[in-house]
């Protein structure tokens, strides 16, 4: 586990040690927090004896992406139901996904709003045959331990007071809530608009994975930027930023904008002076080749390499 200091002036002033978690560096195919919400899905699926996983995603699916390679490692077959209608060619996400293995299949907005319905699952499951369903982004009880030893791994490595992390379905917050000691708080921020559903969903993860709620997070709701998935000047300028500062690229789905929500945090005074703040990357970096596609013309700037 990696651990950086960034040097930022307005930590320093208040005498904050502000850490970057590197766990995009974690797995060398399945990075940050996708390899840990999968780890004991992929076992609960090989003890039930399938051999397929079935999950759901969007077009530009960092999880669809995570669910194909991660069928490639351990040799069981995918199949990715992915929201809105087929096109040709496929995006880069789902170019990489088909090319891990994953067969695509696709449905309309209204049919993937029945996704976690049983008798729709049913009927997906009498089309494709027996799978073990991974929920979109990974989001259920089993996900939480995966993330949960992310935290045991940080505090074999350091003490801290904050543990920030952003939100998609919430559950990496879960799972990071049920690791933390009785001094540690953590902090989501949303990355999608209207994100104040998450905390019942965090609040059910929990509560299903160990039968407890966990009152010590906060969850942000104000760094959306636009919301999930869009275009923001504003949020593109800072990650270029940080790169040129610190040398790590963010992503401009979830990293990006838990950065730009953590530094406006120091910049309020939020974090008690004195203490040590943790900021985890959790990857997502292959969203930089669809975010290309769909916005590149708007934009005068985009990382190099991705």
Partial sequence: MLLELLAEPTAARQNIRLLLLRDDLAHPELPGNKWRKL??????????????????GGAF?????????????????????????????????????????????????????????????????????????????????????????LVTELQAQTDFDYLAVACGTGSTLAGLLTGL?????????????????LRGEIDALTLAATGRIFPTYDLRTDYHLGGYARFSPELLHFIQEFEARHGVLLDPIYTGKLLFGVFDLLRQGYFRPGSTVVAVHTGGLQGWAGFRQRFGARSAWWPAGT
Avoid: W
């Fill in 39 to 56: 780890k004991y899905n992929l076992q609960e699926a090989q003890r039930q004896g399938h051999h397929t996983l079935l999950t759901f």
């Fill in 61 to 149: 699916s960092n999880h669809i992406a995570a669910v194909a390679a991660a069928g490639r490692l351990t040799g069981l077959r995918t199949i990715g139901l992915i929201r809105g209608e087929e096109t040709a060619p496929l995006n880069p996400t789902l170019a990489r996904a088909a090319a891990d293995g994953m067969a695509l299949r696709y449905l309309s907005r209204e049919a993937y709003r029945r996704k976690a319905e049983p008798e729709f699952l049913d009927e997906v499951l009498r089309e494709t045959g027996p799978a073990y369903v991974v929920p979109e982004g990974g989001s259920n009880a089993l996900a939480l331990p995966g993330c949960a030893e």
């Fill in 181 to 197: 000691a009785p001094h540690q708080q953590a902090v989501g921020v949303a990355a999608l608009k209207n994100g104040g559903f």
